[in-house]
């Protein structure tokens, strides 16, 4: 009694939801590979893959998954939702084994609970599509960090990870792709 609880709940929705879609084009058009080309100045020729006309799989359909499909609902594409609960067009996370093989962008979103930790480990990876992107915007230890680094090492996966495990990942590791200034 007389003790006041709150949330934050969709104080980060926005902000979440425009990192992620910024990751996934960032991402698909490899727009981090220019920057650090243009610094050297080589010149990057080839054909980048699109945001439109693929099939994005979004783990932890609550309110920062909704407000990132609005994000995407401009780029044509075909959206796949999961949540811990099954509801009108989201699917339960038993689905997952059958959903992540249609997906060629996998975002997951999800808390980290204890039945969502290590939740992206090498079964998972290895049921995404060779050469689909993953991107984790939830919590580190929701991947097994080893496990994103042989499915993105043997070239399987693609990674945008807005959260590791441990978080900053040191100096020298093989997730981090450029050196510290």
Known sequence: DGVTLCNARGVHDASTAELVVGLVIAS???????????????????????????????????????AIERRLAG?????????????EGVA???????????????????????????????????RMRQGALLVNASRGPVAVTDDLVAAAGSGHVRLALDVTDPEPLPDGHPLWSEPRA
């Open 28 to 66: 698909l058009r490899r727009i981090p590979e220019f920057v650090r080309a243009q610094a050297t100045g080589e010149w990057l020729h080839d054909r980048y893959d699109a945001l439109a006309d693929r099939t994005v799989l979004i783990v932890g359909y609550g309110a920062v998954g909704a």
């Open 75 to 87: 780029f044509e594409v075909d959206v796949l939702r999961v949540a811990r609960r099954a509801r």
């Open 92 to 126: 339960p996370f038993e689905d997952l084994p059958a959903l992540l093989p249609q997906a060629d962008v996998v975002i997951v979103v999800c808390p980290l609970t204890p039945d969502t930790r290590g939740m992206i480990d090498r079964t998972f990876l290895g």
